[in-house]
């Protein structure tokens, strides 16, 4: 065999060789699952943007969720002058209210104890009377105004009210300052009426100085 004839049985074999390789790999190489082909890859896996859209929607709804709860704990703040007309009738708390403001005037105005024996318990007028003297130093108050509203009771048996009174301070017939204060005035029943057991500024609750 010459030269040239080896050279084509050579480029022969190699070429039958090649597409004998190509044969058996088509033929029994690897092949994809039908259960995992590219469709299911990509609804498997999905992209960033999906996710992103996701998480965005369960945040949403947890927050919502969260807001919800918070605003089912906060409770309002209790309705004490429906309560108390509620439990002592529509007339005893005009009564009980009418009382609280006179009692407030009297203790800014006027010291005429025969005044207050009206619009007090027993055990009030004796302590508040013991306190009842003219001031001395030609300085009088007069009320100009009251603003009243039902306060959290010390007892089921009483109603309680918050007064806040402002006052002018006069002297020698001239208003010389204005002042205002709270005042915290609790009220029992009494035959038909209502009157005073205790009057109290806030500064006072926690000492012994309360007027009672």
Not at 44 to 54: E, G, K, L, R, T
Not at 61 to 78: H, M, R
Not at 106 to 135: C, G, H, Q, R, V
Request: hydrophobic share 35%; net charge negative; aromatic share 10%.
């Amino acid at each position: 065999m010459d030269k040239a004839t080896k050279t084509k049985f050579t480029i022969v074999l190699i070429i039958g060789v090649v597409l004998l390789w190509m044969i058996i790999t088509n033929q029994f190489g690897r092949k994809e699952s039908p259960e995992f082909d590219g469709s299911f890859a990509n609804t498997a896996f999905p992209d960033d943007s999906i996710i992103n859209q996701a998480e965005q929607e369960t945040a949403h709804q947890e927050t919502e969720k969260q807001s919800k709860e918070d605003n089912e704990v906060i409770e309002e703040e209790p309705d004490f002058e429906s309560e108390y007309a509620s439990t002592f009738g529509d007339e005893a708390l005009e009564k009980g209210k009418e009382t609280a403001e006179k009692v407030v005037t009297l203790w800014l105005e006027d010291t005429d104890k025969a005044k207050w024996k009206p619009y007090s318990s027993s055990s009030f007028f004796n302590a508040i009377k013991k306190e009842l003297f003219p001031s001395g130093d030609e300085v009088s108050r007069k009320v100009d105004e009251l603003e009243i509203y039902a306060a959290s009771p010390d007892s089921k048996k009483e109603m309680r009210f918050g007064v806040m009174a402002t006052w002018d301070v006069v002297h020698d017939n001239s208003i010389i300052g204005k002042q205002t204060q709270l005042f915290y005035v609790s009220v029992v029943p009494y035959k038909n009426s209502w009157v005073v057991n205790k009057i109290v500024e806030p500064s006072e609750e926690n000492h012994s100085s309360s007027k009672q």
